[in-house]
Protein backbone atom coordinates (compact mmCIF):
# COMPACT_ATOMS: atom_id res chain seq x y z
CA UNK A 1 0.00 0.00 0.00
CA UNK A 2 1.10 3.42 -0.65
CA UNK A 3 1.77 5.53 2.87
CA UNK A 4 -1.04 8.27 2.93
CA UNK A 5 -0.88 11.51 0.63
CA UNK A 6 1.58 9.71 -1.93
CA UNK A 7 0.27 9.43 -5.61
CA UNK A 8 -0.86 5.57 -6.58
CA UNK A 9 2.21 5.38 -8.66
CA UNK A 10 4.76 6.38 -6.52
CA UNK A 11 7.83 4.42 -6.85
CA UNK A 12 6.51 2.55 -9.73
CA UNK A 13 7.82 2.38 -13.12
CA UNK A 14 5.76 3.36 -16.69
CA UNK A 15 6.11 2.23 -19.87
CA UNK A 16 4.18 3.96 -22.70
CA UNK A 17 4.52 2.99 -26.20
CA UNK A 18 4.60 5.81 -28.86
CA UNK A 19 4.97 8.26 -26.09
CA UNK A 20 7.32 10.72 -28.12
CA UNK A 21 4.04 12.27 -29.45
CA UNK A 22 0.19 12.25 -29.29
CA UNK A 23 -1.87 10.60 -27.24
CA UNK A 24 0.91 8.48 -25.70
CA UNK A 25 2.98 11.77 -24.53
CA UNK A 26 -0.12 12.99 -22.80
CA UNK A 27 -0.11 9.74 -21.10
CA UNK A 28 3.14 9.75 -20.29
CA UNK A 29 2.54 13.18 -17.88
CA UNK A 30 -0.19 12.02 -16.63
CA UNK A 31 1.40 8.69 -15.21
CA UNK A 32 4.19 11.16 -13.99
CA UNK A 33 1.81 13.39 -12.46
CA UNK A 34 0.16 10.31 -10.52
CA UNK A 35 4.12 9.34 -9.36
CA UNK A 36 5.63 7.46 -11.94
CA UNK A 37 8.97 6.95 -13.55
CA UNK A 38 8.87 7.02 -17.14
CA UNK A 39 9.50 5.30 -20.02
CA UNK A 40 9.36 6.92 -23.13
CA UNK A 41 9.08 5.11 -26.21
CA UNK A 42 9.14 5.81 -30.00
CA UNK A 43 9.93 4.22 -32.93
CA UNK A 44 12.17 6.64 -35.64
CA UNK A 45 15.21 7.29 -34.09
CA UNK A 46 15.85 10.37 -35.82
CA UNK A 47 13.42 14.11 -36.16
CA UNK A 48 10.43 15.43 -34.50
CA UNK A 49 10.14 12.21 -32.72
CA UNK A 50 12.98 12.25 -30.68
CA UNK A 51 12.53 15.71 -30.17
CA UNK A 52 9.64 14.75 -28.73
CA UNK A 53 10.67 11.87 -26.30
CA UNK A 54 13.18 14.46 -25.33
CA UNK A 55 11.10 17.13 -23.92
CA UNK A 56 9.05 14.15 -22.26
CA UNK A 57 11.97 13.08 -20.10
CA UNK A 58 13.17 16.89 -19.44
CA UNK A 59 9.04 17.25 -18.33
CA UNK A 60 9.32 14.01 -16.54
CA UNK A 61 12.91 14.64 -14.71
CA UNK A 62 11.49 18.33 -13.48
CA UNK A 63 8.84 16.73 -12.19
CA UNK A 64 11.56 14.78 -10.10
CA UNK A 65 10.87 11.99 -11.64
CA UNK A 66 13.64 9.14 -13.29
CA UNK A 67 12.84 8.98 -17.34
CA UNK A 68 14.42 7.75 -20.11
CA UNK A 69 13.70 7.62 -23.82
CA UNK A 70 13.88 4.35 -25.68
CA UNK A 71 13.84 3.59 -29.18
CA UNK A 72 12.64 0.16 -31.20
CA UNK A 73 10.20 -1.10 -33.52
CA UNK A 74 7.52 -3.03 -31.88
CA UNK A 75 6.65 -5.08 -35.06
CA UNK A 76 10.23 -6.59 -34.64
CA UNK A 77 9.91 -8.99 -31.90
CA UNK A 78 13.66 -8.97 -31.30
CA UNK A 79 13.83 -5.07 -30.58
CA UNK A 80 11.09 -5.57 -27.96
CA UNK A 81 12.65 -8.03 -26.59
CA UNK A 82 15.95 -5.87 -26.31
CA UNK A 83 12.93 -2.55 -25.14
CA UNK A 84 12.03 -4.33 -22.33
CA UNK A 85 15.15 -5.56 -21.17
CA UNK A 86 16.54 -2.11 -21.42
CA UNK A 87 13.67 -0.58 -19.34
CA UNK A 88 13.98 -3.47 -16.82
CA UNK A 89 17.67 -3.09 -16.83
CA UNK A 90 17.75 1.12 -16.34
CA UNK A 91 14.36 1.29 -13.79
CA UNK A 92 14.93 -2.11 -11.89
CA UNK A 93 11.82 -3.35 -12.39
CA UNK A 94 7.97 -2.63 -14.42
CA UNK A 95 4.47 -1.83 -13.25
CA UNK A 96 2.64 -0.59 -15.93
CA UNK A 97 2.34 -1.01 -19.88
CA UNK A 98 0.89 1.43 -21.92
CA UNK A 99 0.23 -0.18 -25.39
CA UNK A 100 -0.57 2.87 -26.93
CA UNK A 101 1.72 2.65 -30.26
CA UNK A 102 0.09 2.12 -33.59
CA UNK A 103 0.58 2.89 -37.29
CA UNK A 104 -1.84 2.16 -40.55
CA UNK A 105 -2.73 3.18 -43.51
CA UNK A 106 -5.98 4.86 -44.63
CA UNK A 107 -7.45 2.92 -47.19
CA UNK A 108 -10.03 0.83 -47.97
CA UNK A 109 -9.75 -2.87 -48.12
CA UNK A 110 -9.44 -3.63 -51.90
CA UNK A 111 -6.64 -0.79 -51.94
CA UNK A 112 -4.39 -2.91 -49.52
CA UNK A 113 -1.53 -3.77 -50.55
CA UNK A 114 0.30 -7.24 -49.06
CA UNK A 115 2.85 -4.57 -47.49
CA UNK A 116 0.21 -2.73 -45.96
CA UNK A 117 -1.57 -5.91 -44.39
CA UNK A 118 1.63 -6.97 -43.07
CA UNK A 119 2.20 -3.41 -41.63
CA UNK A 120 -1.23 -3.29 -39.73
CA UNK A 121 -0.99 -6.77 -38.79
CA UNK A 122 2.47 -6.47 -37.45
CA UNK A 123 2.34 -3.00 -36.09
CA UNK A 124 -0.93 -3.58 -33.91
CA UNK A 125 -1.52 -6.97 -33.28
CA UNK A 126 1.78 -8.76 -33.67
CA UNK A 127 3.62 -5.40 -31.66
CA UNK A 128 1.72 -5.39 -29.18
CA UNK A 129 1.78 -8.58 -28.26
CA UNK A 130 4.74 -9.15 -28.08
CA UNK A 131 5.28 -6.25 -26.10
CA UNK A 132 2.76 -7.42 -23.70
CA UNK A 133 4.61 -11.21 -23.51
CA UNK A 134 7.59 -9.76 -22.82
CA UNK A 135 6.64 -7.55 -19.89
CA UNK A 136 4.59 -9.97 -18.24
CA UNK A 137 7.01 -11.45 -16.12
CA UNK A 138 7.93 -8.11 -15.04
CA UNK A 139 4.25 -7.22 -14.08
CA UNK A 140 3.25 -10.11 -12.88
CA UNK A 141 6.45 -9.48 -9.94
CA UNK A 142 5.06 -6.14 -9.23
CA UNK A 143 1.04 -6.82 -10.02
CA UNK A 144 0.80 -4.21 -12.34
CA UNK A 145 -1.53 -3.80 -15.06
CA UNK A 146 -1.74 -3.40 -18.90
CA UNK A 147 -3.32 -0.39 -20.47
CA UNK A 148 -4.13 -0.76 -24.90
CA UNK A 149 -5.28 2.06 -26.22
CA UNK A 150 -8.57 1.23 -28.68
CA UNK A 151 -10.90 3.60 -31.22
CA UNK A 152 -14.29 3.62 -32.34
CA UNK A 153 -12.89 2.01 -35.52
CA UNK A 154 -13.23 -1.06 -33.42
CA UNK A 155 -17.16 -0.83 -33.79
CA UNK A 156 -17.92 1.71 -36.26
CA UNK A 157 -17.16 1.20 -39.63
CA UNK A 158 -15.09 3.79 -41.89
CA UNK A 159 -14.07 2.13 -45.06
CA UNK A 160 -10.66 3.65 -45.63
CA UNK A 161 -9.82 3.04 -41.34
CA UNK A 162 -8.42 -0.73 -41.48
CA UNK A 163 -7.07 0.20 -38.23
CA UNK A 164 -10.34 -0.17 -36.75
CA UNK A 165 -10.50 -4.12 -37.17
CA UNK A 166 -6.68 -4.25 -35.56
CA UNK A 167 -8.59 -2.82 -32.52
CA UNK A 168 -11.29 -4.96 -32.26
CA UNK A 169 -8.56 -7.86 -32.27
CA UNK A 170 -7.37 -6.27 -29.31
CA UNK A 171 -10.44 -5.25 -27.59
CA UNK A 172 -10.52 -9.34 -27.38
CA UNK A 173 -7.19 -10.16 -26.35
CA UNK A 174 -7.38 -7.41 -23.93
CA UNK A 175 -10.63 -9.07 -22.60
CA UNK A 176 -8.81 -12.63 -23.19
CA UNK A 177 -5.12 -11.43 -21.34
CA UNK A 178 -7.67 -10.16 -18.17
CA UNK A 179 -8.72 -13.93 -17.86
CA UNK A 180 -5.33 -15.34 -18.34
CA UNK A 181 -3.17 -12.97 -16.51
CA UNK A 182 -5.80 -12.04 -13.67
CA UNK A 183 -4.99 -14.95 -11.89
CA UNK A 184 -1.16 -14.23 -11.84
CA UNK A 185 -2.04 -10.45 -10.61
CA UNK A 186 -1.75 -8.26 -13.72
CA UNK A 187 -4.95 -6.14 -14.40
CA UNK A 188 -5.36 -5.85 -18.22
CA UNK A 189 -8.12 -3.15 -19.68
CA UNK A 190 -8.36 -0.76 -22.48
CA UNK A 191 -9.53 2.74 -23.71
CA UNK A 192 -11.18 3.06 -26.35
CA UNK A 193 -10.90 6.98 -27.46
CA UNK A 194 -13.12 9.16 -29.52
CA UNK A 195 -11.45 11.62 -32.41
CA UNK A 196 -8.70 13.64 -30.95
CA UNK A 197 -6.81 16.23 -32.78
CA UNK A 198 -3.16 14.50 -33.27
CA UNK A 199 -0.67 13.99 -36.26
CA UNK A 200 -3.02 11.55 -36.84
CA UNK A 201 -5.92 12.99 -37.10
CA UNK A 202 -4.60 14.97 -40.04
CA UNK A 203 -4.34 12.48 -42.26
CA UNK A 204 -7.86 10.95 -40.88
CA UNK A 205 -9.68 14.78 -41.98
CA UNK A 206 -7.68 14.20 -45.58
CA UNK A 207 -10.10 10.78 -45.97
CA UNK A 208 -13.07 11.69 -44.33
CA UNK A 209 -13.70 15.25 -44.92
CA UNK A 210 -17.00 15.36 -42.77
CA UNK A 211 -15.26 15.03 -39.69
CA UNK A 212 -14.18 18.60 -39.83
CA UNK A 213 -17.85 19.81 -39.74
CA UNK A 214 -18.28 17.84 -36.16
CA UNK A 215 -18.50 20.12 -33.07
CA UNK A 216 -15.49 20.82 -31.28
CA UNK A 217 -17.04 19.58 -28.36
CA UNK A 218 -17.03 16.31 -29.70
CA UNK A 219 -13.31 16.01 -30.10
CA UNK A 220 -11.73 14.40 -26.86
CA UNK A 221 -8.52 16.07 -26.01
CA UNK A 222 -5.10 13.87 -25.11
CA UNK A 223 -5.27 14.59 -21.90
CA UNK A 224 -9.11 13.73 -21.49
CA UNK A 225 -8.21 10.38 -22.43
CA UNK A 226 -4.89 9.79 -20.77
CA UNK A 227 -7.17 10.89 -17.05
CA UNK A 228 -8.77 7.66 -18.10
CA UNK A 229 -5.87 5.39 -18.84
CA UNK A 230 -4.34 6.65 -15.14
CA UNK A 231 -7.44 6.41 -13.50
CA UNK A 232 -7.36 2.59 -15.05
CA UNK A 233 -3.66 2.40 -13.73
CA UNK A 234 -4.62 3.26 -10.09
CA UNK A 235 -6.53 0.92 -6.84
CA UNK A 236 -10.00 2.39 -7.75
CA UNK A 237 -9.81 -0.05 -10.84
CA UNK A 238 -9.08 -3.09 -9.50
CA UNK A 239 -12.51 -4.68 -9.86
CA UNK A 240 -12.33 -3.52 -13.63
CA UNK A 241 -11.68 -6.89 -15.48
CA UNK A 242 -11.13 -6.87 -19.35
CA UNK A 243 -13.13 -3.72 -19.90
CA UNK A 244 -12.46 -0.82 -22.84
CA UNK A 245 -14.06 2.33 -21.33
CA UNK A 246 -15.42 4.75 -23.82
CA UNK A 247 -14.00 8.39 -23.78
CA UNK A 248 -15.08 9.90 -26.52
CA UNK A 249 -17.67 12.67 -25.58
CA UNK A 250 -20.67 10.90 -26.30
CA UNK A 251 -20.15 10.92 -30.15
CA UNK A 252 -20.76 7.11 -30.49
CA UNK A 253 -24.61 8.24 -28.92
CA UNK A 254 -25.29 10.06 -31.89
CA UNK A 255 -25.03 8.08 -34.84
CA UNK A 256 -28.57 8.38 -35.42
CA UNK A 257 -28.20 12.37 -35.48
CA UNK A 258 -26.36 13.48 -38.13
CA UNK A 259 -22.97 15.49 -38.10
CA UNK A 260 -23.87 18.84 -37.20
CA UNK A 261 -26.91 18.59 -35.59
N1 LIG B 1 -5.87 10.39 -32.81
C1 LIG B 1 -7.06 9.86 -32.67
O1 LIG B 1 -8.10 10.44 -33.06
C2 LIG B 1 -7.21 8.53 -31.98
C3 LIG B 1 -8.50 8.10 -31.66
C4 LIG B 1 -8.67 6.90 -31.01
C5 LIG B 1 -7.58 6.11 -30.69
N2 LIG B 1 -6.34 6.52 -31.03
C6 LIG B 1 -5.24 5.61 -30.70
O2 LIG B 1 -4.39 6.24 -29.73
C7 LIG B 1 -3.05 5.84 -29.95
C8 LIG B 1 -2.16 7.06 -30.17
O3 LIG B 1 -2.67 7.78 -31.28
P1 LIG B 1 -2.03 9.16 -31.77
O4 LIG B 1 -3.05 9.80 -32.61
O5 LIG B 1 -1.43 9.87 -30.62
O6 LIG B 1 -0.87 8.58 -32.73
P2 LIG B 1 0.35 9.34 -33.45
O7 LIG B 1 0.30 10.80 -33.16
O8 LIG B 1 0.34 8.83 -34.86
O9 LIG B 1 1.64 8.72 -32.66
C9 LIG B 1 1.92 7.36 -32.82
C10 LIG B 1 3.01 6.95 -31.85
O10 LIG B 1 3.24 5.54 -32.04
C11 LIG B 1 4.62 5.34 -32.38
N3 LIG B 1 4.72 4.22 -33.32
C12 LIG B 1 4.10 4.05 -34.50
N4 LIG B 1 4.46 2.89 -35.06
C13 LIG B 1 5.33 2.31 -34.22
C14 LIG B 1 6.07 1.10 -34.24
N5 LIG B 1 6.00 0.26 -35.28
N6 LIG B 1 6.89 0.83 -33.20
C15 LIG B 1 7.00 1.68 -32.17
N7 LIG B 1 6.32 2.85 -32.07
C16 LIG B 1 5.50 3.15 -33.10
C17 LIG B 1 5.08 6.65 -33.01
O11 LIG B 1 6.49 6.74 -32.91
P3 LIG B 1 7.30 7.82 -33.81
O12 LIG B 1 6.98 9.18 -33.22
O13 LIG B 1 8.72 7.44 -33.65
O14 LIG B 1 6.79 7.69 -35.20
C18 LIG B 1 4.33 7.67 -32.12
O15 LIG B 1 5.02 7.84 -30.91
C19 LIG B 1 -3.07 4.88 -31.15
O16 LIG B 1 -3.18 3.56 -30.69
C20 LIG B 1 -4.33 5.30 -31.87
O17 LIG B 1 -4.87 4.28 -32.69
C21 LIG B 1 -6.12 7.70 -31.67
Redesign the pocket.
Known amino acids: MDAPGLPHLHGKVALV ?8 AAIGKALVAAGADLAV ?4 SAGS ?1 VE ?1 AGELVAYARAAGRRAEAFQ ?4 VRTEVEALLAKVVETFGRLDVLVL ?4 APFKPTERLLERDLRQLLD ?1 NIL ?1 NVFCAQKALPHLAKQGGSIVF ?3 LGSRFMNPSYP ?1 GPMKAAMEAFTRQWAEEWGPKGVLVNAVC ?4 K ?4 LTLRQIWPEVATLPDELFVTPEEVADVVTFLTSPAARAIRGQTLVVDRGLSNRVLRGPAS
Open positions: TGSSRGIGHGRQSGGDIANAARVGLSSLAGLVTDAF
